[in-house]
């Protein structure tokens, strides 16, 4: 269906500007701008002629190549084919190009293996697979301030340890230790043989730590608000001598 | 005599017909959509270069073009999404502003060698570039193309009561220019 005005239309029109602006419904309408001669005579060929320009490179898109019958039926499987040859031969055939005299030495091992090995070998990894594992000590909900601190602790205690060891093992200069003495040292048994209270010292000690760490009451040790309550006056005497002598000082109630 | 739209289409799928046919498209339609298209465009180059466009995307297009809408509707989509995508173009070109591209339009309308600043049709020309783009289309599409909202509606993809309103304010502001110039 073509677009005919119809003098219905144009009616219609003309009212509707009449209502909104007779001003604007009076103005003429004759065209006021110019075509160049025989311009719409021309158009159509115009325009032919640029989708003909245009056409060639659609026509690359739309090029009749033609592929062999049931070229993409056994295209899969003729692809797969040289993929399969291309794994046999890979090793041999690459090897056989770049280096032959590679290819031709034997690729038997020549390293020996103790007697029995391998047939024991079978026996021995279950065996250390079922070995319990050491004992995980989470930190759970510890924060992460506490946990650097731990870890600043376990720092100053191997250093501690390893002090402690070279001051039994060097004569003079008790603050020196010496790189061999530090290398050899075996810092857990080391670690092992320090006592609590050592470390405890150590860690109260050490500026910045920022942590009271108290060591746990051993059965040797008293309670001395218990003590004082319950004890005579000589053996008040003697435990303040004791004390005294250790130079610790309490703090009495 | 000229062919309806049906039988057009029919031939132009035929492809012994189909340069015949188009070529009939291209002479029934050329000159609505030259005015429409130049009416917006304003220059005669610029609105030829759209009007090329549209028809060779007529052509690419014309094989799946569904029957059931109407050619002459379609052609007018095509003409004025194309003719709002140069105008947008030369902006974008120019990196100039929308007012700039009005004074741009003005200027042409100006440099016209039939111009003539007393004669209202120059003066109406010079008022329908004040206008938005898409009021611009409403407004030619209404009073020189005579279209009826219904089919407007289609080609500008918009309700008729948002026409409505859009041609009533277009006149309006017409008129102001009119008016004041």
Same mark, same amino acid.
């Given at each position: 269906m073509s677009y005919d005005r119809s003098m219905e239309n144009r009616e219609t029109i003309i009212n509707e500007l009449m209502e909104i602006s007779p001003a604007i419904a009076n103005i /003429?309408? /004759?065209? *006021?701008f110019s075509v160049p001669p025989s311009y719409f005579n021309n158009l159509a060929q115009e325009v032919l002629a640029r989708i003909q320009v245009e056409d060639i490179s659609f026509g690359v898109k739309d090029a009749p190549f033609s592929v062999p019958a049931g070229y993409f039926d056994g295209l899969a499987g003729s692809i797969l084919n040289k993929i399969n040859q291309q794994k046999e031969q890979s090793v041999t055939e690459e090897l056989e190009e770049l280096a032959p005299l590679l290819n031709s030495i /034997?690729?038997?091992? *020549?390293y020996q293996v103790p007697e029995g090995y391998f047939e024991s070998l079978e026996l021995t990894i279950p065996l250390k697979l079922d070995k319990p594992s050491a004992r995980v000590f989470s930190f759970g909900k510890i924060g992460r301030t506490l946990q650097y601190a731990v870890a600043a602790s376990v720092a100053g205690i191997l250093m501690f340890g390893a002090y402690m060891y070279t001051s039994q093992n060097t004569e003079g200069d008790d603050m020196v230790i010496s790189y061999d003495s530090a290398l050899n040292m075996n810092v857990t048994a080391e670690l092992a043989e320090t006592n609590e209270q050592e470390i405890a010292a150590y860690l109260n000690e *050490?500026?910045?730590?920022g942590y009271n760490v108290t060591t746990t009451p051993t059965s040797d040790e008293i309670n001395v608000d218990e003590y004082l309550e319950t004890a005579s006056d000589d053996e008040i005497k003697d435990y303040l001598n004791e004390y005294q002598e250790t130079g610790i000082t309490t703090t009495g109630s | 005599m000229q062919l309806d739209d049906k039988e057009l289409l029919q031939q132009f799928k035929q492809p012994e017909t189909k340069e015949k046919a188009f070529t009939a498209i291209i002479k029934k339609y050329q000159e609505k959509l030259y005015w429409h298209v130049r009416r917006l465009v304003v220059d005669h180059d610029d609105a030829n270069d759209v009007l090329q466009n549209v028809f060779i995307k007529v052509w690419k297009g014309l094989e799946n073009f569904? !029957?059931?809408? +109407?050619l002459y509707t379609w052609l007018y989509r095509i003409g004025t999404n194309e003719s709002l995508t140069f105008l947008d173009q030369q902006k974008r070109k120019a990196s100039v502003s929308f007012d700039e591209v009005e004074a741009g339009l003005s200027n042409k309308i100006k440099a016209d060698?039939?111009? @003539?600043? +007393?004669?209202l049709e120059w003066k109406l020309q010079l008022a329908i570039q004040q206008l938005p783009e898409k009021q611009r289309a409403v407004f030619t599409l209404r009073?020189? @193309? !005579?279209?009826p909202y219904e089919e407007m509606s289609r080609v500008l993809d918009t309700s008729e009561g948002a026409l409505k309103a859009s041609y009533h304010h277009a006149v309006k502001k017409i008129e102001d220019f009119i008016k004041n110039h």
């Amino acid at each position: 269906m073509s677009y005919d005005r119809s003098m219905e239309n144009r009616e219609t029109i003309i009212n509707e500007l009449m209502e909104i602006s007779p001003a604007i419904a009076n103005i /003429s309408r /004759s065209n *006021v701008f110019s075509v160049p001669p025989s311009y719409f005579n021309n158009l159509a060929q115009e325009v032919l002629a640029r989708i003909q320009v245009e056409d060639i490179s659609f026509g690359v898109k739309d090029a009749p190549f033609s592929v062999p019958a049931g070229y993409f039926d056994g295209l899969a499987g003729s692809i797969l084919n040289k993929i399969n040859q291309q794994k046999e031969q890979s090793v041999t055939e690459e090897l056989e190009e770049l280096a032959p005299l590679l290819n031709s030495i /034997s690729k038997a091992p *020549v390293y020996q293996v103790p007697e029995g090995y391998f047939e024991s070998l079978e026996l021995t990894i279950p065996l250390k697979l079922d070995k319990p594992s050491a004992r995980v000590f989470s930190f759970g909900k510890i924060g992460r301030t506490l946990q650097y601190a731990v870890a600043a602790s376990v720092a100053g205690i191997l250093m501690f340890g390893a002090y402690m060891y070279t001051s039994q093992n060097t004569e003079g200069d008790d603050m020196v230790i010496s790189y061999d003495s530090a290398l050899n040292m075996n810092v857990t048994a080391e670690l092992a043989e320090t006592n609590e209270q050592e470390i405890a010292a150590y860690l109260n000690e *050490v500026p910045g730590v920022g942590y009271n760490v108290t060591t746990t009451p051993t059965s040797d040790e008293i309670n001395v608000d218990e003590y004082l309550e319950t004890a005579s006056d000589d053996e008040i005497k003697d435990y303040l001598n004791e004390y005294q002598e250790t130079g610790i000082t309490t703090t009495g109630s | 005599m000229q062919l309806d739209d049906k039988e057009l289409l029919q031939q132009f799928k035929q492809p012994e017909t189909k340069e015949k046919a188009f070529t009939a498209i291209i002479k029934k339609y050329q000159e609505k959509l030259y005015w429409h298209v130049r009416r917006l465009v304003v220059d005669h180059d610029d609105a030829n270069d759209v009007l090329q466009n549209v028809f060779i995307k007529v052509w690419k297009g014309l094989e799946n073009f569904r !029957e059931d809408s +109407q050619l002459y509707t379609w052609l007018y989509r095509i003409g004025t999404n194309e003719s709002l995508t140069f105008l947008d173009q030369q902006k974008r070109k120019a990196s100039v502003s929308f007012d700039e591209v009005e004074a741009g339009l003005s200027n042409k309308i100006k440099a016209d060698e039939g111009f @003539d600043a +007393q004669k209202l049709e120059w003066k109406l020309q010079l008022a329908i570039q004040q206008l938005p783009e898409k009021q611009r289309a409403v407004f030619t599409l209404r009073y020189y @193309d !005579e279209m009826p909202y219904e089919e407007m509606s289609r080609v500008l993809d918009t309700s008729e009561g948002a026409l409505k309103a859009s041609y009533h304010h277009a006149v309006k502001k017409i008129e102001d220019f009119i008016k004041n110039h």
